[in-house]
């Protein structure tokens, strides 16, 4: 099986693992990284089926199936207990990982993610392995957040680039309908997770259309939470510099 695509991006301290979302790859934290890299080595990754990784195998697509094949790669090269961050798809990943091995994960940073949210919008998860034209991406994208003028058409291209590449559409639809099948699987994840007492900081926009905050779940969850009334499911990108404060505060105060 091909490795995970996989960058060290810099900076001193406790190794911080960033892990995107559904349809995203690791260039998403862009504007997240550097602000991480004064508190963490920070490391980021290509999911399966995303960015550079099309070739890895991305198993049964179930979020189980992605956070071994996470894990393999932090094994592949030389990490040991991280603190993980990870955004939608990947922040469901992030607490599967430390389920299946907490003495691993130093902590949870958890952005809009699968799990605590009232439910997932698995049209839009559908939806987006097919998409063909500037029109219909655009239009889909919007989704994202609550201020259109995010998706630009920087963004739409790329988006559509990434669709194009070999391999990438069915990747990305057997990803989708795994996580349509064990989404239940994620809540019980999370329960589980707030029962560990392990750190963990939530972050959700309040405006998220693809997953909507569920205030029971966050509830139960407990440990740090930040909910962004006006920003959507990208709440790094839609409040950049409100998240990358309270992620930083976090990591610090969990490494001491």
Known sequence: ??????????GDGQDLVLIHGFGSDRLSW?????????VARVHALDLPGHGDSLDADAGDGSARALAEAVTAAL?????????LLGHSLGGSIAMLMALKDPGRVRSLTL????????????GFLSRYPALETKEEAGA????????????SRFTVARVLEQL???????????IAKGVAAHEEQLREAAQRIAASGLPRFVIFGGADAI????????????GRQLVIPEAGHLPHVEAARLVNAGIADFITTVST
């Open 164 to 174: 194009s590449r070999p391999g990438a559409r069915g990747a990305l639809r057997a």
């Open 211 to 222: 997953n909507p905050p569920s205030p029971a779940a966050l509830a139960a969850f407990g």
């Open 111 to 122: 952005l809009a993610p699968a799990g605590l949210g009232h439910a997932i919008d698995h």
């Open 1 to 10: 099986m091909a490795s995970l695509a996989f960058k060290t991006l810099g």
């Open 75 to 83: 094994d592949a090269h030389g990490l040991g207990k991280v603190h």
């Open 30 to 38: 862009a504007g997240t990284s550097p602000a991480l890299m004064a």
């Open 140 to 151: 889909l994208l919007q989704k994202l957040v609550s201020k259109p003028p995010l998706i």
